[in-house]
């Protein structure tokens, strides 16, 4: 159990002891974004700085997908099972046609520019959500230096209509999010200001009202060390976090169950496999994957 740390004892029902922790690749410059393509039996994961988007499969291994990507991070699928991309260096939100060709799905906001969306997920309603905080154009490394144009925003996309509105707006710098598996919550991570280590950095917790109007947004769960910045949920409703030690496992009420701790930092990270129940990390340079006894939350 040496890459597990159990905190709390529901921890060890979750995790397998005898699942090894692997490593699918490695000498990435940064992975981000991973989803999960049960009908193809294979992981998309960017590689950011690289602008790459890479293909993993357990028969075919690594290869490259797109490249350039636009400096790709985040992706998720819609509910038709579409490729929904986040582009730092478009500044826009795009989506896979079946025929190959692409559809930028948001690019500004009340004839502004976004910044560089980073983090996306579909509602089984079809609407699509989205943070857009300024990560991405305040460096030259992960897609070009440009002006932002908006502040921090947490968006949510009704493609049927093409209405962009503002989901929630009180962010420094909205990351990675997920629904409860009643979409109840929504789970968004706050990862501060990348220059100034003092900024409150952790997960909050939404109610999902009517029409997706969103209230509350409290602080649910602080992660130590570093910070949430991908997050996924399983079919109990247990949130996975990424962290400066690996990924961190909390209940649906806020508390750490356990750890499972890795070489690197991971940033990022997504369930998939045959039955949902393979955790797949971006541990900075590093594909890694580890079996659990969970499974991710049906929806991508
Ligand atoms: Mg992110």
Redesign the pocket.
Known sequence: MSHFEIIDPRFRALVLPNAPLETLGTGYRWL?GPVWFADHDCLYVSDLPNDRVLRWSENGGISAFRQPSGFA??HARDRQGRLLTCSHRHRSVTRIEFDGTTTVLASDFDGKRLNSP??IVCKSDGTIWFSDPIYGISTDYEGGKQEPELPPTLYRLDPASGELRVAAADFIGP??LAFSPDERFLYVAETGDQFDDAAPRFIRRFAVGEHGVLSGGECFHSVEPGNA??VRVDEQGNLWSSAADGVHCISPGGELLGKILTPSLV??LCFGGRNRSRLFLCASHTLMAIYTNTRGCVRP
């Open positions: 981000e991070n985040g980073n983090d990351n990675g910045d991908g940033s990022n």
